[in-house]
């Protein structure tokens, strides 16, 4: 069976480790040298503090090293995802 990122990720849920709902996965970026997967583009919550969080356009950056489960949500672990804030 063939599994394709896209299907499996499209418009999942992006949640912290502290329960907090970060918003909907719209995209990835992904190293083109190495092939492995650097950041998650989301589409913020609303009432989700932008300003914390590194912005593409309408969208918020997180470190897919910040990442520590894909399952139902994706989890972002929060302490991780904070190397991350803009400062």
Do not use: C, H, W
């Not at 996965?25 to 992904?30: A, G, P, S, T, V």
């Amino acid at each position: 069976m063939k599994y394709y990122a896209k299907t499996l990720l499209d418009n999942k849920q992006v949640m912290s480790t502290d329960a907090k709902e970060l918003g909907t996965l719209e995209d990835i970026y992904i190293d083109a040298k190495t092939g492995n997967i650097t950041e998650l583009v989301i589409s913020p919550s609303g009432g989700l503090d932008v300003t914390k969080y590194r912005k593409d356009e309408n969208y918020i950056l997180v470190p897919f090293s910040a990442v520590s489960a894909v399952k139902d949500y994706i989890i972002v672990d929060k302490d991780k995802a904070k190397s991350f804030i803009a400062k």
